[in-house]
């Protein structure tokens, strides 16, 4: 994120706080007005301002964070994100609320009047998050003196910058023309004019008739790119260096500093950080403890009596499955399959299918319910898995899915988890078709590459309905 649009999110929350300040007041003073309702304490409205302000602040620091893209998406996508923003600030309000609420024990407040303006933050939360960024841009990016541009490159490096030129002008750049180095001006550029060679961009900026110049790099670039630069420097012009090198990769570029050089890489890694990883760890053992010492004994002791009356054996099914780092480790389940003394590694490999008959009538029904997934919570409290990631597969079949997809073991990045990113959509259970395990394995891309304590949280919740609602494919 660049200074200009860095600079244009800080205004944006801080617009958003002074709103949210207003708002408070406007609808308190209606409510005592019309409904000649009053706060006894005095201290009492700014306890309750300062919950929201604290909440609308907190849910700012994770949601604009790709600010930029407001200013490329066309209105209505930009107003079912400025939905999705909204929701999860109001969800932090009323949270901060209630809670000041309950722990304080507040009985001079009504609270009828905390969810009237709680409501009542939703509209003008959705109506700010959708017009501040359009006043922002059009007050500050819409100077076209100041944001008149040209290219510096040839056809084909325009042609690699198509996506980015796609929605130009609303990231606030005016693009004059096309400067061509090479001095090919029959070459097509766009449908861009073609504003000559770089004599003709000497005298562009000494007019100041452009005021940022663009540099797209190619194969002669050594040939001239110093000479475009002395000519920005002389004239007080900015210029950016547009970077090839994502167009050799599948992937964006992730910079980085590591030991005081810099560096790229192609895949972000939220959970490499420190405190992230606590965070996610502090998450983990928040839920499975509880599980663990509290509802995996009483399951447990169900589980061994109908084991006992439909198929006696071992109550657990442990078996060999790969973690963080390709480190092996013993994934434990409730068994759900008829135990024999003759089942090896092979037979055990082959996955559970519809009506199996391997499958005990009382197993059926843990499978179905991922009742017999709780014992994977001690594998959670040991530190082999999280609650949150994408599934640990047995090596054979690692083996082969990192044969068929060339950037498998970026999943291998984080823990597995008891659940996943595919797992809370329905994608579990026995792999149909390499398309459905093409997706699974995006979606732990998209996991690895995205984390947030936030997703984590919506993944549980999704799954804990998928739960209860078990899909077709829970067998």
């Known amino acids: 994120m660049n200074h200009r649009i860095s600079g244009i999110l800080s205004m944006h929350k801080c617009l958003l706080l002074l709103i949210a300040f207003g708002w408070f007041w406007f609808v308190l003073?209606?409510?005592?007005?019309?409904?000649?309702?009053?706060?006894?304490?005095?201290?009492?409205?700014?306890?309750?301002?300062?919950?929201?302000?604290?909440a609308v602040a907190t849910a700012s620091m994770g949601t604009l964070q790709e600010y930029d893209n407001f200013f490329t998406l066309r209105h209505w996508r930009s107003f079912r994100k400025g939905i999705a923003i909204s929701n999860l600030q109001l969800a932090l309000i009323a949270f901060f609320v209630f809670s000041t609420y309950f722990a304080t024990k507040?009985?001079?407040?009504?609270?009828?009047?905390?969810?009237?303006?709680?409501?009542?933050?939703?509209?003008?939360?959705?109506?700010?998050?959708?017009?501040?960024?359009?006043?922002?841009?059009?007050?500050?990016?819409?100077?076209?003196?100041?944001?008149s541009t040209v290219i510096v490159g040839s056809s084909k490096a325009l042609h690699k910058m198509k996506g980015w030129l796609a929605n130009y002008e609303r990231k606030g750049f005016d693009i004059k023309g096309v400067i061509i180095p090479s001095g090919d001006f029959n070459e097509d550029v766009g449908g861009f004019p073609k504003l000559g060679g770089t004599k003709n961009l000497s005298e562009l900026l000494k007019n100041k008739v452009v005021q940022k110049v663009?540099?797209?790099?190619?194969?002669?670039?050594?040939?001239?790119?110093?000479?475009i630069v002395e000519l920005c420097y002389r004239n007080g012009s900015r210029f950016l260096l547009y970077?090839?090198?994502?167009?050799?990769?599948?992937?964006?570029?992730?910079?980085?500093?590591?030991?005081?050089?810099a560096f790229y890489t192609l895949q972000n890694e939220p959970l490499d950080s420190p405190v992230n990883r606590t965070m996610k760890r502090v998450f983990d053992l928040l839920i499975s403890i509880p599980v663990v010492f509290l509802a995996l004994p009483l399951t447990t002791v169900m589980v061994?009596?109908?084991?006992?009356?439909?198929?006696?054996g071992p109550v657990f099914f442990t078996q060999e499955?790969?973690?963080?780092?390709?480190?092996?480790?013993?994934?434990?389940?409730?068994?759900?399959?008829?135990?024999?003394?003759?089942?090896?590694d092979e037979q055990e490999s082959v996955q559970a299918v519809k009506d199996d008959e391997r499958v005990f009538p009382f197993g059926r029904f843990i499978r179905k319910f991922s009742m017999d997934e709780l014992p994977q919570f001690v594998n959670v409290l040991r530190g082999d898995m999280s609650l949150v990631g994408p599934r640990p597969y047995m090596p054979?079949?690692?083996?082969?899915?990192?044969?068929?997809?060339?950037?498998?073991?970026?999943?291998?990045?984080?823990?597995?988890?008891?659940?996943?990113?595919?797992?809370?959509?329905?994608?579990?259970?026995?792999?149909?078709?390499k398309e459905s395990l093409n997706e699974r394995i995006e979606l732990d891309f998209h996991y690895v590459g995205n984390w947030s304590i936030w997703l984590d949280i919506e993944i549980v919740i999704k799954t804990f309905k998928q739960v209860l609602f078990p899909p077709e494919t829970a067998y």
């Open 29 to 54: 003073l209606f409510w005592e007005r019309l409904l000649d309702f009053k706060l006894v304490l005095s201290s009492q409205p700014w306890m309750y301002l300062i919950c929201i302000i604290v």
């Open 243 to 261: 970077n090839p090198l994502p167009d050799i990769f599948d992937n964006p570029l992730i910079p980085l500093e590591e030991s005081g050089g």
């Open 304 to 312: 061994w009596f109908f084991q006992r009356m439909q198929s006696a």
């Open 214 to 227: 663009i540099i797209v790099p190619d194969r002669t670039t050594d040939v001239w790119l110093s000479e």
């Open 396 to 433: 054979c079949h690692d083996a082969l899915f990192s044969k068929d997809f060339k950037a498998y073991k970026v999943r291998q990045f984080v823990k597995p988890g008891v659940t996943g990113p595919a797992q809370c959509r329905g994608l579990r259970g026995e792999v149909i078709d």
């Open 321 to 344: 499955r790969v973690g963080a780092g390709g480190r092996h480790f013993t994934i434990l389940k409730y068994r759900s399959m008829a135990h024999s003394e003759e089942d090896d």
């Open 106 to 147: 507040d009985s001079h407040t009504s609270r009828s009047f905390l969810v009237a303006l709680i409501a009542s933050y939703f509209p003008i939360l959705v109506i700010s998050n959708f017009f501040i960024p359009i006043f922002l841009r059009e007050f500050f990016l819409r100077d076209k003196r100041l944001n």
